[in-house]
């Protein structure tokens, strides 16, 4: 019975998905701030590093919009496994 209880908090943990992030690519002059075509599903807890999901979006100044989102690399401020950040950036 104490083994069972030992093992039910630990189950949860090791049988989670790792977090899944959608890239869209980077477009530099798109016509509006949202991803073109099929978002690709793409895995940001590879190799051991947690990182997390990070969303840019620009205002270029002729209007279009600079659009990317993509897992964040290592020199980007940490995130915790799972979270997304989402960035607005006006030039």
Known sequence: MLLT???LPILP?????PFQCYSCGVFLSAPTATCKG???KIN?????????????????????????????????RKLKD????NMNVWK
């Open 82 to 85: 799972g979270e997304c950040v």
């Open 38 to 40: 099929e978002p690709k």
């Open 44 to 76: 940001c807890t590879g190799s051991g590093i947690r990182n997390g999901c990070i969303s840019v979006t620009a205002l270029n100044t002729d209007g279009s919009y600079y659009v990317e989102k993509r897992c964040a690399d290592s020199e980007e």
């Open 5 to 7: 209880l030992l093992w």
């Open 13 to 17: 943990i090791t049988s989670s998905s």
